[in-house]
C-alpha cells in the first residue's frame, strides 16, 4: 500500500485533516542466535521492510481513536487518555494503552489523544515481532506529536516494558531493539544483557533472505521456553562448580569440552551445548558476513538448524520439514528455524535467480507433507521505525 492510498484510507475512516503524518515501524528477524539471550549470548538480527504503517492526526481532545486496516471488522476502538485501563476485548489496542501507560510512568505528560489508520504488512502469526513494531510505532507518534526529548533507546525500552508489564508477555528486549535500532543493510550484535551492540554489514552479495511461515502456532512455545530457561540454569549450577562464570555463554567451545564432564545429565549437556555452540556461531556469521563469504553463512545457518533440532529441541514437524526442503533445493545456500520454534518461521538464504523455483518446490513439498500451506516472501533488511512524512 502506498502512501496516498494510506491518507485516503486514513480520510475515508475519520474524514479530510490537512495535518496528518506518516510513521513507519519494520517486523524485525533474527539471522542467527537463537535461545541464548537468556543464557548471556549475542543475538544477531535486523530490521526488515515488512512492517506497520500509520496515518495520523493530532486531537485537541483527551481522546484517542484507531482504526486498522487489517481487523477492519472491529471499527474504530476509542478510548480516552483519562483511562488507560485495560478493556474487556481490547485486541490490538491494548499495546498501544501499554505504551501510553509506560511513558506517562517516566514523566511525559500526554495532554492530547489523536487519531490513527494503522495498517501491517506483517503476515498475522509469522513470528516477526507485530506486537513490537506497533509499540515502537505507538513510542516513535507520541514522540512526533509531544516532541518529546527521548532516545531511540529509552523508547526501545519502554515499548519491551509495556509488553512485560502491561501486556503481560515476558519477552526479552531483542524484537524492540531490533525494531527500534535497525539500519538498511545491517545487522546487529547485540548483548541483550547491557544492551552494548555494532552493527555489522550484512553482504548478502546476490542472495536473498526467504521467510518460511510454517502457518503452525506455536502451542508449545511458552511452556517449552521455560523448561529450556530451567535446564540451562541447572547446567549453569553444576559448571559454577569447576569454572567462575555468570552465563553459559561465557565460555568458549573450547572451555566447554574442558569443563562438561561435571554436568551429569545427557540432557543438560545438550542444552548448554547448544547456548556454547549457537554464541561461537554468532561471532563467526559476522565475521564472515563482514568478507563476504556468504557460502560460510549458510552453512552456520544449517549448522544452528541442527543444533536447535538435535540439542536444545525445539522445532518440531513442520519447521524441520520447510528446513529440509529448503536444503534440497539448488540454489539455498543454508536455512534454519528463527524465534521460539514449535512452529513460526524459518528463513533460507536463497541465490536470487533461484527464489522463484525454491519457493515453488517447498510450497508444493510442505502442502504434501503437512496437509496445509506455507507462506513464502523475500524479506530486505531495511531501517528502523521512523517518522515518514
Known sequence: ????????????????????KLFFSPGRVN?????????????????????????????EDQKVRLYSGNFEDRGIIEFDLT??????????????KGVMVQFKEVGFEIPTGFDAYVYGTIPNGSGLSSSASLELL?????????????????????????????????????????????????????????LSYEYAKA??????????????????????????????????ELLKTVVDINFLCDLTVAEFDRVSNVINKDV????????????ERVKLAIEVLASGDVHRFGKLLNESHKSLRDDYEVTGKELDTIVELAWAQEGVLGARMTGA?????????????????????IAKGYKEAIGYDAELYVATIGDGTKTLA
Not at 543438560?268 to 554464541?279: F, G, I, S
Open 31 to 59: 539471522l542467527i542466535g537463537e535461545h541464548i539471550d537468556y543464557n548471556g549470548g549475542c543475538v544477531f538480527p535486523s530490521a526488515i521492510t515488512y512492517g506497520t504503517y500509520a496515518v495520523v492526526a493530532p486531537r
Open 341 to 361: 520454534g514449535f512452529g513460526g518461521c524459518a528463513i533460507a538464504l536463497v541465490r536470487n535467480d533461484a527464489v522463484e523455483a525454491v519457493k515453488e518446490a
Open 83 to 96: 483511562d488507560l485501563s485495560h478493556a474487556d476485548d481490547e485486541h490490538w489496542s491494548v499495546y498501544v
Open 138 to 194: 505507538v513510542s516513535q507518534i507520541l514522540k512526533e506529536l509531544h516532541g518529546y526529548d527521548i532516545s531511540m533507546i529509552d523508547m526501545v525500552k519502554l515499548s519491551q516494558k509495556a509488553e512485560n508489564v502491561y501486556v503481560g508477555v515476558n519477552c526479552g528486549i531483542m524484537d524492540q531493539f531490533a525494531i527500534g535500532m535497525g539500519k538498511k543493510d545491517y545487522a546487529i550484535k547485540l548483548n541483550t544483557n547491557d
Open 1 to 20: 500500500m502506498n502512501i496516498e492510498n494510506l491518507k485516503s484510507a486514513f480520510e475515508k475512516v475519520f474524514g479530510e485533516n490537512e495535518n496528518t
Open 203 to 236: 553482504n548478502l552479495g546476490e542472495h536473498s533472505i526467504l521467510i518460511m511461515n510454517t502457518n503452525k502456532k506455536r502451542e508449545l512455545a511458552d511452556s517449552k521456553y521455560n523448561e529450556r530457561r530451567q535446564e540451562c540454569d541447572a547446567a549453569l
Open 268 to 279: 543438560l549437556y545438550r542444552r548448554a551445548k547448544h547456548a556454547v555452540t549457537e554464541n
